[in-house]
């Protein structure tokens, strides 16, 4: 036993657990309540446990500071104890070497280009939403959800966006959690979308493409210089794009629609003033937060949240409770509104990884929002409404609406 706080009731379960299915926001409100720092008890972890941080201003104090908080020892509760030879993801790394991987990546998302892709989304959106039935009951996740940001991963990397069903299987197997599989069919499917995704860079090295990779294979750092990535290197960005931008924003889009669906008076004021479209995103990033938690891992002894920290002990970032939290968001934090402004949301995370891909998600869930407001004068809860469990992605696998 430690000295430090714990509260097995609140901070249980970690990991994947039915608990995520199904509305675990009460029990985020209790844990913010209880302390803002409390410690997760795990023989199992080769730290003994982990650091839970449910309110705001201490996500936001980690996340910030890289140096008392790394990245480097894994970003998921279940990487607690595991060494790496070498960084799986750019989220697994610190500046400096974060910050040359960063720069790489973040040139295919500055402004101009994300701004260039607003037609393509438009068209995909609008077939998809097109093929919507008006009066049945509809898989949102399938028909809108899932393929609209895998389509336009394809389309940014250069790869068949037809190919849209095997890359979401490919990108399921990458998340524990998010799909039933069992670990044979994972280690299966991520070989071979490894393979793909490798292919397809050896293939770029020799035939130029308007497209990503190619941009990858010719970055330039800050000082205008060639930052000549290795395969490796741009495999692990590649690879963390199929991951990271689409899980993420699929889930952006199907929950925040059974949000919606649940209630009546929100889709009536998007229709009155789509205007308002732009602040709903921000408030469905708040209400859905896809990405559940991210870990960090102390560098030395600190203080946090009236806590001790010890170096090496790591520390769970709930965003999910941190979006909740009456003291950034007001008494009325619980309350899903589609006018909230200000809306500090911590969706994207925030500090040296803050989601590289932030714009091009909100691009996509402004056009949703845009399409089906304007085309559909109600939308409800039609049948099942099947979530994840899962305490990485706050996923929905299938979601029965009826658009009228
Ligand atoms: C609703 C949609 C999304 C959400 C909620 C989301 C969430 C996040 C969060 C919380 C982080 C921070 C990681 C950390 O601090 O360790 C992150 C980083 C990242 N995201 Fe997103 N993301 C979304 C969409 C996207 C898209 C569309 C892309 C690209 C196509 C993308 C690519 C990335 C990458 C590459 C990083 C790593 C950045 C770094 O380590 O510097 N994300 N995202």
Same mark, same amino acid.
């Given at each position: 036993m430690s000295d430090r706080p714990t509260a097995p009731e609140l901070t249980g379960p970690i990991f994947d657990d039915p608990f995520y299915a199904g509305d675990p926001f009460p029990h985020y409100a209790r844990l913010r309540a209880a302390?803002? *720092?409390? +410690?997760?008890?795990?023989?199992?972890?080769?730290?003994?446990?982990? +650091?839970?941080?449910?309110?705001?201003?201490?996500?936001?104090?980690?996340s910030r500071d890289p140096d008392r908080?790394?990245?480097?020892?894994?970003?998921?509760?279940?990487?607690?104890?595991?060494?790496?030879?070498?960084?799986?993801?750019?989220?697994?790394?610190?500046?400096?070497?974060?910050?040359?991987?960063?720069?790489a990546t973040a040139t295919g998302f500055r402004p101009s280009r994300i701004r260039a892709l607003e037609p393509g989304v438009r068209e995909?959106?609008?077939?998809?939403?097109?093929a919507l039935p008006a009066g049945g009951s509809t898989d949102i996740v399938h028909g809108l959800a899932a393929p609209l940001p895998l389509m336009m991963i394809c389309s940014l990397l250069g *790869?068949?966006?037809?190919?849209?069903?095997?890359?979401?299987?490919?990108?399921?197997?990458?998340?524990?959690?998010?799909?039933?599989l069992t670990n044979e069919r994972r280690a299966q499917l991520m070989a071979d979308s490894e393979r793909m995704q490798r292919e397809h860079i050896a293939r770029r090295r020799t035939e130029r493409g308007e497209d990503y990779v190619t941009d990858l294979i010719?970055?330039?750092?800050?000082?205008?210089?060639? =930052?000549?990535?290795?395969?490796?290197?741009?495999?692990?960005?590649?690879?963390?794009?199929?991951?990271?931008?689409?899980?993420?924003?699929?889930? *952006?889009?199907?929950?925040?629609?059974?949000? =919606?669906?649940?209630?009546?008076?929100?889709?009536? =004021? *998007?229709?009155?003033?789509?205007?308002?479209?732009?602040?709903?995103?921000?408030? =469905?990033?708040? +209400?859905?937060?896809?990405?559940?938690?991210?870990?960090?891992?102390?560098?030395?002894?600190?203080?946090?949240?009236?806590?001790?920290?010890?170096?090496?002990?790591p520390v769970l970032l709930l965003y999910a409770s941190a979006n909740r939290d009456e003291a950034e968001f007001g008494p009325d934090a619980d309350r899903l509104d589609v006018t909230r402004r200000p809306n500090h949301h911590v969706a994207f995370g925030f500090g040296p990884h803050v989601c590289v891909g932030a714009a091009l998600?909100?691009?996509?869930?402004?056009?949703?929002?845009?399409?089906?407001?304007?085309?559909?004068?109600?939308?409800?809860?039609?049948?099942t409404v099947d979530r994840t469990p899962s305490g990485i992605i706050a996923g929905v696998h299938r979601a029965e609406l009826r658009f009228g």
């Open positions: 302390a803002p *720092l409390v +410690w997760h008890e795990d023989p199992a972890m080769a730290t003994g446990g982990i +650091w839970v941080a449910s309110r705001y201003a201490d996500v936001m104090a980690v908080f790394s990245s480097a020892k894994g970003i998921l509760a279940f990487e607690v104890g595991v060494e790496y030879p070498t960084p799986p993801t750019m989220m697994h790394m610190d500046p400096p070497e974060h910050t040359r991987l960063r720069q995909r959106v609008d077939r998809l939403v097109g *790869l068949p966006e037809d190919d849209w069903p095997t890359f979401l299987e490919f990108s399921d197997a990458a998340i524990p959690g998010a799909a039933p010719e970055a330039v750092g800050n000082d205008g210089e060639p =930052l000549g990535l290795t395969d490796d290197e741009i495999f692990v960005i590649v690879n963390q794009l199929f991951i990271a931008g689409n899980e993420t924003t699929r889930n *952006l889009i199907s929950g925040g629609m059974v949000a =919606l669906a649940e209630r009546a008076d929100q889709w009536a =004021l *998007l229709r009155d003033d789509p205007s308002l479209i732009p602040t709903a995103v921000e408030e =469905l990033l708040r +209400w859905t937060t896809p990405v559940v938690a991210f870990m960090r891992t102390a560098t030395g002894d600190t203080d946090l949240g009236g806590e001790r920290i010890h170096a090496g002990d998600a909100r691009l996509e869930g402004r056009v949703v929002l845009e399409a089906l407001t304007g085309r559909f004068a109600t939308v409800e809860v039609a049948g």
